[in-house]
């Protein structure tokens, strides 16, 4: 079964395993923010992870919701009124990655390579309705799976959308030597708050990822309209020197990929690159532009799936 133990920063740890005469699967999942913490096959690191005894840098593998990313000002409008959120990224004045990513979650459901957390969101000035949210992880033979679901339990329509930020590794791998491939045709334009203001193609541009560039060559703080989102979801991988790939797949319901590149991810006392690859349902500043926001009616639902997959030649 799940084994929980209590920590300062992250709350409870839940360490998953699942074994097979040909893999070895561990994960583990903080309840500070439903974060994926660490996940690994066979021994080699699939996430960077991080301390539980320290807040999760870059929230790091953390659930975005009931937005992902930014609303400008933390301020939208709604029936007239002006609402104001609490301001979480002071550098760009903007309200960052919804609600609950300092939230402890409530284990409501776990087995040995699986676990249920679910945390509500309540009532308040800057977004006044009522919410139940849900996210399960499952491991699997190659990675992990996650499914969010949010249910509107209030009485008015409630504007809602999810993210999630997982770190990507091939742990005996450095991360500059990887590659990386974005399935997204079109590339988020952003004015100086990290707020989108249009779209380019990226065809002949240097936002074109769908044929690899090596980690090395990326600095990114970015978001790209996925491809395939509206048929069987899409993929978007590392690929490292001898041919292993670790690949995030989204459902349909994603349709836009943020990519996070950065050099000073805490690691063993020292600071390395790290690549994070965020699923969202709507792009940055959703609540005001309404571009990939959803509207639940009082009583029901909303699910999205992504998973981390990991393959190797034979």
Same mark, same amino acid.
């Given at each position: 079964?799940?084994?929980?133990?209590?920590?300062?920063?992250?709350?409870?740890?839940?360490?998953?395993? @699942?074994?097979?005469?040909?893999?070895?699967?561990?994960?583990?999942?903080?309840?500070?923010?439903?974060?994926?913490?660490?996940?690994?096959?066979?021994? =080699?690191?699939?996430?960077?992870?991080?301390? %539980?005894?320290?807040?999760?840098?870059?929230?790091?593998?953390?659930?975005?919701?009931?937005?992902?990313?930014?609303?400008?000002?933390?301020?939208?409008?709604?029936?007239?009124?002006?609402?104001?959120?609490?301001? &979480?990224?002071?550098?760009?004045?903007?309200?960052?990655?919804?609600?609950?990513?300092?939230?402890?979650?409530?284990?409501?459901?776990?087995?040995?390579? %699986?676990?249920?957390?679910?945390?509500?969101?309540?009532?308040?000035?800057?977004?006044?309705?009522? @919410?139940?949210?849900?996210?399960?992880?499952?491991?699997?033979?190659?990675?992990?799976?996650?499914?969010?679901?949010?249910?509107?339990?209030?009485?008015?329509?409630?504007?809602?959308?999810?993210?999630?930020?997982?770190?990507?590794? =091939?742990?005996?791998?450095?991360?500059?030597? @990887?590659?990386?491939?974005?399935?997204?045709?079109?590339?988020?334009?952003?004015?100086?708050?990290?707020?989108?203001?249009?779209?380019?193609?990226?065809?002949?541009?240097?936002?074109? @990822?769908?044929?690899?560039?090596?980690?090395?060559?990326?600095?990114?703080?970015?978001?790209?309209?996925?491809?395939?989102?509206?048929?069987?979801?899409?993929?978007?991988?590392?690929?490292?020197?001898?041919?292993?790939?670790? %690949?995030?797949? &989204?459902?349909?319901?994603?349709?836009?990929?943020?990519?996070?590149?950065?050099?000073?991810?805490?690691?063993?006392?020292?600071?390395?690159?790290?690549?994070?690859?965020?699923?969202?349902?709507?792009?940055?500043?959703?609540?005001?532009?309404?571009?990939?926001?959803?509207?639940?009616?009082?009583?029901?639902?909303? %699910?999205?799936?992504?998973? =981390?997959?990991?393959?190797?030649?034979?």
């Amino acid at each position: 079964m799940v084994r929980p133990s209590v920590r300062p920063v992250s709350g409870t740890d839940y360490d998953l395993v @699942l074994t097979s005469p040909s893999r070895d699967v561990h994960g583990r999942i903080s309840g500070v923010g439903a974060a994926v913490q660490q996940l690994s096959i066979d021994g =080699i690191e699939l996430t960077p992870g991080f301390d %539980s005894r320290r807040p999760a840098p870059f929230y790091c593998g953390k659930a975005l919701v009931p937005w992902p990313n930014r609303v400008r000002d933390a301020r939208w409008h709604h029936d007239g009124h002006t609402l104001q959120l609490d301001i &979480t990224d002071p550098e760009t004045n903007t309200a960052l990655h919804g609600l609950l990513c300092a939230a402890e979650y409530e284990c409501v459901a776990h087995s040995e390579s %699986s676990v249920t957390l679910a945390a509500p969101i309540q009532y308040r000035d800057g977004y006044p309705f009522d @919410l139940a949210t849900t996210v399960r992880y499952q491991l699997t033979a190659t990675g992990l799976a996650a499914t969010h679901t949010v249910h509107n339990v209030g009485s008015r329509c409630a504007p809602v959308a999810l993210g999630a930020h997982p770190f990507l590794s =091939i742990g005996d791998v450095p991360t500059d030597q @990887l590659t990386l491939r974005v399935n997204g045709d079109f590339h988020v334009d952003v004015d100086a708050q990290r707020i989108p203001v249009g779209v380019t193609p990226v065809g002949g541009t240097a936002w074109d @990822l769908r044929t690899g560039r090596p980690v090395a060559d990326l600095t990114l703080d970015d978001c790209w309209v996925v491809s395939g989102a509206t048929n069987h979801g899409s993929t978007h991988t590392l690929c490292s020197p001898d041919g292993r790939t670790l %690949s995030l797949w &989204t459902d349909e319901q994603f349709g836009f990929l943020h990519v996070f590149v950065t050099r000073e991810f805490p690691k063993d006392g020292d600071h390395v690159t790290a690549v994070a690859l965020e699923p969202m349902t709507a792009q940055a500043d959703a609540l005001n532009s309404g571009i990939g926001l959803r509207w639940l009616a009082p009583g029901k639902q909303f %699910s999205a799936s992504w998973a =981390i997959r990991y393959e190797y030649p034979r």
